[in-house]
């Protein structure tokens, strides 16, 4: 068999960690046992920001994060987090694969794309409200890429830093508030240290990608190469279909 590696920084109870694992599931069943894949959730292989180089140097040989967390290095995919005004994930995720598919970045020519894919519309997640833009001046609010900007210009103080380190800063008042889906609420348990959101139509997105390690995509045999196509393409319809949003809607109830 093929044996492989899957980075994947969402917490392994994560419904995207979960749909990870369910890839790797299908694809083994789908070739027989010849391609088994190992997940590795939570960042346990590589963290966050070095997710897409671990995958270009074969650290792991696949990987899933978001563009955001090594800004700069994608300047032509950054354009897809500005604040546009997604309605929703579904939305979003269509808007990015056509873009992608149209454009060709080179700056993804050094992997495999499997597929790119987005959250609903970002909002503001914070310990005190914010009803007004006077409330949110010099607050400290967590923000990654693009979004940081966005911060700024709203008159905040933007604090760079991963979702797996949010929760703890929120706690301890490092941060008074972070920008993010309503899906953090409950995937990164956030709803414990935060306690009002403030919904806008504009705020921001973020982009993330399903890589795989070129050379390691190369060797792989025509036949196995159609299977994990054709499954990557139904794992992406799920995506497109509104996964982000039906986490949106779980989260906002657990909330």
Same mark, same amino acid.
């Given at each position: /068999?093929?044996?492989? $590696? ?8 994560? !419904? ?19 391609? +088994? ?5 939570? !960042?346990?292989?590589?963290?966050? /920001? ?7 140097? !074969? ?10 967390? @090594? ?13 546009? =005004?997604?309605?929703? !994930? ?13 454009? +060709? ?17 970002? %909002? ?5 409200? *914010?009803?007004?833009?006077?409330? %949110? ?7 990654? =890429? ?10 905040? #103080? /933007? ?6 380190? @949010? ?7 490092? *941060? ?10 409950? =995937?990164? +348990? ?25 050379? #390691? ?8 190469? @159609?299977?994990?196509?054709? *499954? ?5 319809? +799920? @995506? ?5 949003? $039906?986490?949106?809607?779980?989260? %906002?109830?657990?909330?």
């Amino acid at each position: /068999p093929v044996n492989l $590696t899957y980075s994947i920084f969402f917490p392994a109870t994560h !419904g995207q960690a979960q749909a990870g694992a369910d890839f790797a599931a299908e694809i083994e069943k789908r070739t027989n046992g010849r391609v +088994k894949i190992t997940v590795f959730p939570g !960042g346990t292989l590589t963290k966050a /920001p070095q997710v897409y180089e671990g995958v270009e140097q !074969g650290i792991s040989d696949m990987g899933m994060s978001c563009f955001a967390y @090594t800004r700069g290095r994608f300047p032509v995919t950054a354009a897809l987090d500005l604040p546009i =005004g997604y309605k929703n !994930g579904k939305i979003a995720t269509q808007v990015a694969d056509e873009f992608v598919k149209t454009i +060709k970045p080179d700056e993804l020519s050094g992997v495999k794309l499997l597929y790119v894919h987005a959250h609903g519309p970002g %909002l503001l997640h914070t310990i005190k409200p *914010v009803k007004t833009l006077k409330d %949110l001046q010099g607050m400290k609010i967590r923000a990654t =890429g693009l979004s940081a900007d966005i911060v700024k210009a709203l008159g905040g #103080v /933007p604090v760079a830093m991963q979702q797996d380190e @949010t929760y703890e800063s929120l706690q301890k008042g490092v *941060v008074e508030g972070t920008f993010g889906p309503i899906e953090v609420l409950k =995937g990164w +348990k956030q709803a414990e240290v935060t306690k009002y959101i403030t919904k806008t139509p504009f705020l921001y997105n973020t982009l993330f990608f399903f890589t795989m390690n070129s050379d #390691v995509w190369e060797k792989l045999s025509p036949e196995l190469q @159609t299977a994990i196509t054709q *499954v990557n393409e139904e794992y992406f319809e +799920k @995506t497109a279909s509104g996964l982000w949003d $039906t986490q949106d809607a779980e989260a %906002l109830e657990y909330a």
